[in-house]
């Protein structure tokens, strides 16, 4: 199991611990470490946060050309590194295959899943499969269906065979992962070509089912009864009072942020507040 980020956190630790000691299972933090982050002269090393230490994968933009992966978000030709990385999620699994090959299953959660009970023991044992793909919102669409990804990918894929998913948790298969890897270079060398800018770079939640669908691998949904799909602000819900075990995705990252800067107004507030009393407590004495 890996969580994907680009920072580290008190919140990402705490969901590292809940992954941590599942018999059967080893997890990591896979690290985008582009903005040097953290110093490592290996691409493995153990990360101390907060007074514990997390074992990570750090990659960059080295990391992504050493596997000659193309460097394509959603609308451009060649994108920011951060886009490309939003675009493709099935990257990181590569990453992860490259310097930990010796796995069946490989789970992906992104930084800001949130496991409501004390470990994601629950959550796996719900969605044991064999499968080679299992994620959210997995199902059929088509070019015209609303959904923003699946327009202008006719030059690459036709109606009759278009699939969606949802991709902060996802599982792959290393038969998945290999055959994918495979596909995102040969498809590299076909968008070089094409000359419309209509025609857009497929991606990640779109590129994998429909790829594994096409070629006869197995995919499935995962359980809504293990995972809730819906924006959560843990101060308004306090949804950890009341441990369901479920995965709840988004959980909003700028908590602490917007708790600071509240108490920064309030406190402001209180400031004018009392200097206002005093020049009122003025004025009546004046008078």
């Known amino acids: ?21 599942i018999s059967g299972y080893d997890n990591i933090i896979v690290l985008d470490n582009s903005s040097g982050l953290v110093s490592s002269e290996s691409p493995i090393c153990d990360v101390e946060f907060a007074g514990e230490k997390m074992k990570c994968l750090l990659f ?9 992966l193309p460097a394509y978000s959603h609308v451009l030709k060649r994108g920011k590194f951060s886009d490309v990385m ?3 999620h099935d990257m990181r699994f590569y990453y992860v295959r490259k310097y930990f090959p010796d796995y069946d299953y490989y789970w992906q959660f992104d930084y800001d899943v949130f496991c409501n ?13 064999d499968a080679d ?4 919102k997995f199902g059929r669409t088509y070019e015209n269906s609303g959904w923003l990804w699946a327009k202008n990918v006719s030059w690459l894929y036709s109606d009759d065979c278009m699939y969606a998913s949802f991709g902060p948790v996802t599982r792959l298969s290393s038969q998945a992962i290999d055959f994918l890897y495979k ?30 669908m096409q070629n006869n ?61 005093g ?8 008078k």
Request: net charge positive; aromatic share 12%; charged share 30%.
């Open 183 to 212: 596909r995102r270079l040969f498809i590299a060398e076909r968008y070089k070509k094409v000359k419309s800018k209509k025609c857009v770079w497929p991606i990640g939640e779109l590129f994998i089912p429909t790829e594994l």
């Open 279 to 286: 020049y009122l407590a003025k004025y009546k004495k004046f």
């Open 86 to 88: 939003w675009a493709n």
């Open 1 to 21: 199991m890996f969580l994907s980020t680009h920072k580290l956190t008190g919140a990402l630790m705490s969901e590292y611990n809940k992954m941590s000691g």
């Open 217 to 277: 691998f197995t995919c499935q949904r995962i359980k809504y009864e293990s995972c809730s799909i819906q924006e959560i602000d843990l101060n308004e819900t306090r949804l950890f009072e009341n441990p369901d075990n479920y995965l709840y995705h988004s959980v909003k990252g700028d908590l602490l942020n917007r708790l600071q800067k509240a108490q920064t107004r309030r406190t402001l507030f209180v400031k004018i507040r009392d200097k206002l009393m």
């Open 60 to 68: 960059d933009e080295n990391t992504h050309n050493s596997l000659k």
């Open 117 to 129: 009970g004390t470990s994601y023991e629950p959550f796996l044992k719900a969605n044991q499969s």
């Open 133 to 136: 793909l299992l994620a959210l």
